[in-house]
Antibody, heavy 119, light 107 residues
Framework: EVQLVQSGAEVKKPGESLKISCKGS????????VGWVRQVPGKGLEWMGN????????SYSSSFGGHVTISADESLSTAYLQWSSLDASDTAMYYC????????????WGQGTLVTVSS | EIVLTQSPGTLFLSPGERATLSCRAS???????LHWYQQKRGQAPRLLIY???SRATGIPDRFSGSGSGTDFTLTISRLEPEDFAVYHC????????FGGGTQVEIK
């Protein structure tokens, strides 16, 4: 079964760092783009950026570039989303998603990681 | 960056009725790059329609997509109880964008 499994919920304080993960299985992880999508509670979906695990090429939304870093470890079939300094406005659900092999869309989604930033 | 505007924001319908959801782009988009996702409460989104009109694996044929240029439509021919959810359109280009979503609620 093709799936993406994300790390568990996090509660952090403003200014703290964080790295969440997304592990792929059931397919060739290196050869499919993985994207990260933010959803603030009660709001819509926002694309943050993508990574191609095979060569770690990245593409960021202008809204998020510089505030987050997307990386991947091919050997672990895992993609990461990290912050060096969290802000309360980073409180949201974060999803990873795979770009399909036969279509230019996100065909497989992780279950989501809820990040809460509060003092 | 292409902006996608979905309408209406909320659609109140009864089971068995037809739902028509609109997604309008700020500039022309290629049909291969316009997609629809369904998101049920408390769940991750799932791919519903890709490339304007192709149903994703396991999606029933009551769901259909159409459109071109700047105007795209998702149609649910007869609403089933499990179809009441939020629907998002997406442009997957050099920069990806999502519409604001349409919530389909039970009347």
């Amino acid at each position: 079964e093709v799936q993406l499994v994300q790390s568990g919920a996090e509660v952090k304080k403003p200014g703290e760092s964080l790295k969440i993960s997304c592990k792929g299985s059931g397919y060739s992880f290196s050869n499919c783009w993985v994207g990260w999508v933010r959803q603030v509670p009660g709001k819509g979906l926002e694309w943050m950026g993508n990574i191609y695990p095979g060569d770690s090429q990245t593409s960021y939304s202008s809204s998020f570039g510089g505030h987050v870093t997307i990386s991947a470890d091919e050997s672990l079939s895992t993609a990461y989303l990290q912050w060096s300094s969290l802000d309360a406005s980073d409180t949201a659900m974060y999803y990873c998603a795979r770009r399909g092999t036969s279509m230019i869309a996100f065909d497989i989604w992780g279950q989501g990681t809820l990040v809460t930033v509060s003092s | 960056e292409i902006v996608l505007t979905q309408s209406p924001g909320t659609l109140f319908l009864s089971p068995g009725e037809r739902a028509t959801l609109s997604c309008r782009a700020s500039q022309r988009v290629g049909s291969s790059y316009l997609h629809w996702y369904q998101q049920k409460r408390g769940q991750a989104p799932r791919l519903l329609i890709y490339a304007t009109s192709s149903r994703a694996t396991g999606i029933p044929d009551r769901f259909s997509g159409s459109g071109s240029g700047t105007d795209f439509t998702l149609t649910i021919s007869r609403l089933e109880p499990e179809d009441f959810a939020v629907y998002h359109c997406q442009h997957y280009g050099v920069s990806l964008t999502f519409g604001g979503g349409t919530q389909v609620e039970i009347k």
